[in-house]
């Protein structure tokens, strides 16, 4: 109980004290691009009301959940292949090492040719970027499946989907859940982006509108907003990564304590 309560103290203490000293800093600024945090909150509360984050809010976050869970399940699966036959990985190498240097936000105008301007878009804007850290974590997880467990797989005459889903995914799951993680962040980034193109809606229209009418104090509300969603989400992934790899947790704890 102590050493729970003393991971929160240490996980809020420097958000507490940065806001803390946001406050102090602000607080009597007559500068029309630095509001106060105070003027900040109190417009926030007023701005982001129910309807507004049912318009604004839900839209971005089922975007950027659609275009996870897409990344995520394009990455494993081509990232299993390539990661298990070397001859596809020679192959396929080249191509992936150019698609993967090319910025997805500089990709915006040509997906809208394809895709229209639609949610459809905002999608595969968000696929576009977060698929390469799943798809090169999840290579370089199945290379480094352990040969002595692989030679008494095929020993035992373990292969197939049965090799793939006790042996290959297990062993690599640590290294895709490293890959989840940073493509998480990744997908907020890039939900913003995909928004301020032609939007309706969205969390990056919204802001991008509050930009362009001068209305700061909501501009700087939806970027917290923003930040308060990437911490929300950033919490959920880490309990569903403790969850699913609960064995690996307690085999690194086990070691330490060895």
């Excluded at 970027?223 to 990564?241: D, K, S, T, Y």
Aim: charged fraction near 15%.
């Amino acid at each position: 109980m102590r050493a729970a309560l003393l991971r929160l103290l240490l996980a809020l203490g420097l958000p507490v004290l940065l806001a803390a000293v946001w406050w102090a800093v602000s607080t009597g600024s007559t500068d029309v691009y630095w509001p106060p945090l105070r003027t900040i909150l109190e417009t926030g509360r007023e701005v982001w009301t129910a309807e507004r984050i049912t318009t604004d809010v839900v839209p971005s976050v089922l975007r950027l959940l659609i275009g996870f869970t897409a990344a995520g399940v394009l990455g494993v699966a081509l990232g299993v292949v390539i990661g298990t036959f070397p001859r596809v990985r020679a192959v396929t190498e080249p191509v992936l090492e150019f698609l993967r240097a090319v910025p997805p936000p500089v990709l915006v105008p040509v997906i809208m040719l394809f895709a229209g301007i639609g949610d459809t878009m905002k999608v595969v804007v968000i696929v576009s970027g977060c698929v390469w850290p799943v798809l090169l974590n999840t290579v370089e997880g199945v290379r480094a499946v352990d040969g002595v467990l692989a030679e008494t797989a095929r020993s035992y005459g373990v292969g197939g989907l049965a090799r793939l889903r006790h042996l290959v995914l297990p062993s690599a799951s640590p290294q895709i859940f490293a890959g989840l993680r940073q493509a998480l962040s990744i997908g907020v980034i890039l939900m913003v982006i995909s928004e301020m193109f032609a939007a309706s809606n969205g969390l990056g229209f919204a802001v991008v509108q509050f930009q362009r009418s001068f209305a700061i104090p909501e501009m700087w509300s939806g970027i917290l907003l923003l930040g308060l969603l990437g911490v929300l989400l950033a919490l959920v992934f880490r309990v569903v990564e403790r969850r699913a790899l609960a064995w690996y947790h307690g085999l690194r704890r086990s070691r330490r304590t060895s």
